[in-house]
């Protein structure tokens, strides 16, 4: 190591990780405290400052230099730092959070959309470095996107890009918390997996999940009763295959993309998604980019937003010798 580490941060709306990360992706110490938004900003941002602070001092301690702080966080995230807009981080929203961090510690700081972040990570130090132009899709309560394109993340004019998780793949289907129907979401994440097979419960379909309290299911549950031959465990993972390659085929007609990586916890599972996916795909785009388009695990796991961060941090702001211009912290 040559003494620069970075800070990695994944604010999400339970709790809010840091790491000191190097520049090779280890991570040298994790911290996370509640992020508990309900309480306002200015309890959040002193609560974020002090973890913060405690990593800059951990490095100084080792004789480090902290070059660059990344946070990725859910919402839209405007390219200079600011929540624009995130649900789960309400009291943010219209805060330019990176400038905040930014005046607070004199680091050059970036935030990006957590899904962002995680396929930039995966693009420099995990699964996509094989690929030029990728998208990263996150399974998780919901599905997230991020597009990298000849190898620089795509994040749109207003930072808004890669929600591949709303894309609509049944006009007239279940409601979305983005307030359309029948998002590729509420499938194909580890939520939509469960509600498939509750929904085979309730019209009385023979399942070993009939035994569990509905609430119990879990899409962890569903995988360990796919992989005993369960029939509605199979289905479900069959929909969330289906419906992911009914998008995928557009997109691999739209960017004619070298890959795709899938991360999250249902991407364990991605042996029972991928003949599915793989049928749809294959029936619906072009030849060409169906052949070039390789589908691929992530492998940076639960870590994969804090190191993307880290590595966004450096690459946007060390490695280019730009410090972008947040203009000023109070709005
Ligand atoms: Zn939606």
């Given at each position: 190591m040559n003494g620069e580490v970075l800070i990695g941060i994944d604010l999400g709306g339970t709790n809010c990780r840091a790491a000191l990360v190097s520049l090779t992706g280890e991570i040298l110490v994790l911290n996370k405290v509640p992020t508990k938004m309900h309480e306002g900003r200015d309890f959040f941002l002193a609560r974020l400052f002090r973890l913060c602070d405690d990593l800059i001092q951990f490095a100084a301690r080792e004789g480090l230099r902290v070059s660059a702080l990344g946070m990725g966080a859910a919402g839209v995230i405007s390219p200079t730092g600011t929540v624009t807009v995130s649900p789960n981080l309400a009291p943010l929203n219209g805060f330019p959070l990176a400038a905040a961090i930014q005046d607070q510690f004199s680091l050059p700081t970036t935030i990006a959309n957590d899904a962002n972040a995680i396929a930039w990570g995966e693009g420099i130090l995990g699964a996509g470095r094989i690929f030029s132009s990728f998208l990263t899709i996150t399974l998780g309560t919901g599905v997230g996107g991020g597009l990298i394109l000849d190898k620089k993340l795509w994040k749109g004019t207003d930072g808004s890009a890669g929600e591949i998780g709303h894309f609509v793949v049944e006009p007239e289907g279940r409601e979305c918390r983005c307030g359309?129907?029948?998002?590729?979401e509420q499938y194909a994440s580890a939520t939509g997996i469960v509600r498939t097979a509750l929904e085979c419960l309730e019209r009385g379909e023979d399942s070993v999940l009939a035994g569990l309290e509905p609430e119990d299911i879990t899409s962890l549950k569903v995988s360990e009763a796919a992989r005993g031959g369960d029939a509605v465990a199979l289905k479900s993972f069959r929909e969330t295959g289906e419906r992911l390659g009914q998008v995928l085929a557009s997109v691999a007609n739209l960017l004619n993309l070298d890959g795709v990586v899938i991360t999250g916890g249902?991407?364990?599972?991605l042996d029972l998604i991928r003949p599915w996916m793989e049928k749809e795909i294959k029936a619906r785009a072009f030849d060409i980019p169906f052949r070039r388009m390789k589908i691929v695990r992530g492998e940076l796991g639960e870590e994969a937003g804090i190191l993307g961060s880290a590595r966004l941090a450096h690459d946007e702001l060390v490695a280019g010798k730009k410090r972008v211009d947040l203009g000023p912290a109070e709005n």
């Open positions: 359309s129907r029948g998002c590729l249902p991407a364990e599972s």
